[in-house]
């Protein structure tokens, strides 16, 4: 059983800053792609970004591109989205996500899904 636990997330004014963490467990974790993707009320679940096995290979939503920053620490099994420059259409519960492949994916072909940390942003 593979784990995927996001935290971090929380209430904060526009203009400010969040940093979320997924730390992935499990007896079966194979370290890969890894992703994050957000869910708005009302709204179907969007991408947002996703980091390549190395981290090397990044990519994002055009909506938060320059301001949210996905990386990892494969020694800790850790993938972070640091979120810059808040918007009030950032609210949404945010989602980790993580391939058994080594390629990055903005699609919803991912193998394993956390639980979600929600993020408020007040205008």
């Known amino acids: 059983q593979v784990q995927l636990v996001e935290s971090g997330g929380g209430l904060v004014q526009a203009g400010n800053s969040l940093r979320l963490s997924c730390a992935a467990s499990?007896?079966?974790?194979?370290?890969?792609?890894m992703g994050w993707f957000r869910q708005a009320p009302g709204k179907e679940r969007e991408f947002v970004a996703t980091?390549?096995?190395?981290?090397?290979?990044?990519d994002y939503a055009d909506s938060v591109e320059g301001r949210f920053t996905i990386s990892r620490d494969n020694a800790k099994n850790t993938v972070y989205l640091q979120m810059n420059s808040l918007k009030p259409e950032d609210t949404a519960v945010y989602y980790c996500?993580?391939?058994?492949?080594?390629?990055?994916?903005?699609?919803?072909?991912?193998?394993?899904w956390g639980q979600g940390t929600q993020v408020t942003v007040s205008s």
């Open positions: 980091i390549s096995r190395s981290g090397g290979i990044t």
């Open positions: 996500a993580g391939r058994n492949g080594p390629s990055p994916s903005s699609r919803n072909d991912y193998d394993y």
């Open positions: 499990g007896p079966t974790f194979r370290s890969g792609a």
